[in-house]
């Protein structure tokens, strides 16, 4: 029995040199998070005949990132630009993603230019998502980041990953002077690929999927949801005039 015991012991303190190996050659990719416009009914200038509009901050609050099987105590709040984690087979690094910025900034940049497009008057705000620290009467744009990421799992030696990306993303128009909520919602999607596409071979094939994700969640909320129904219903009148 000893010696079975003791190659079993061998055998698992290789295993986590291996793992810690990997990690400390892991590599970190960067990228460009943004909205990319991939159907149509996205741009009317018309629509928004320039009405003041502010987006306030979005917090983010995802949750943890799990730790690895073998050690639970390596799960942390993941970094503000901190989107995804790729565990390749046996002779792939691990890949680290991260945005060129916090997410939250991701998030309300396109958000801003998906507004803008539309013809509305957009404002952001830093620092504050507050509705009622605003004293002209606008509309408001204010919500929260649950999830942003993106996994990749080994689908076997050799082979690059099964791949899993979500968005979701609370989203609340609001009016401020008649303190309504015009629209709330979320911005969501998920996505799920096989092994062997070829996305793990490239950064900028996993950070175009990436986006291409978020840019679906994104159209999902404006036309299957009803954003773009909801600001279509408004009187753009009252809101450019301010003594109404």
């Not at 942003?148 to 689908?155: D, I, K, R, V």
Request: hydrophobic letters at 40%; charged letters at 20%; one cysteine or more.
């Amino acid at each position: 029995m000893r010696p079975n015991s003791f190659i079993k012991k061998k055998g698992l303190l290789a295993f986590k040199v291996l793992v810690l190996s990997a990690l400390l050659s892991s590599c970190s990719n960067t990228g460009d998070m943004e909205y990319q416009p991939v159907g149509e009914m996205l741009t009317n200038k018309q629509l928004g005949q320039n009405v003041p509009l502010v987006i306030l901050d979005f917090p983010d609050n995802r949750p943890p990132v799990k730790g690895f099987a073998w050690s639970k105590k390596l799960a942390a709040k993941p970094k503000k630009n901190f989107v995804g984690i790729l565990f390749g087979a046996y002779n792939i690094q691990i890949r680290k993603l991260h945005s060129n910025q916090a997410i939250s900034l991701d998030v309300t940049e396109a958000i801003r230019k998906l507004f803008k497009a539309n013809g509305f008057n957009v404002i952001r705000y830093y620092g504050s998502s507050d509705v009622s620290s605003l004293s002209d009467e606008r509309l408001a744009v204010k919500g929260q980041i649950n999830e942003f990421w993106m996994n990749g799992y080994p689908g076997g030696r050799g082979t690059s990953p099964s791949i899993i990306a979500t968005i979701d993303i609370d989203l609340t128009i609001i009016d401020t002077k008649y303190q309504r909520t015009i629209w709330t919602g979320k911005i969501e999607n998920y996505q799920e690929i096989g092994p062997n596409k070829g996305i793990f071979t490239s950064k900028n094939k996993i950070f175009l999927f990436l986006n291409t994700v978020f840019s679906n969640a994104i159209e999902k909320a404006w036309i299957d949801y009803g954003m773009l129904n909801a600001l279509r219903s408004l009187d753009k009148s009252l809101f450019l005039n301010r003594n109404q």
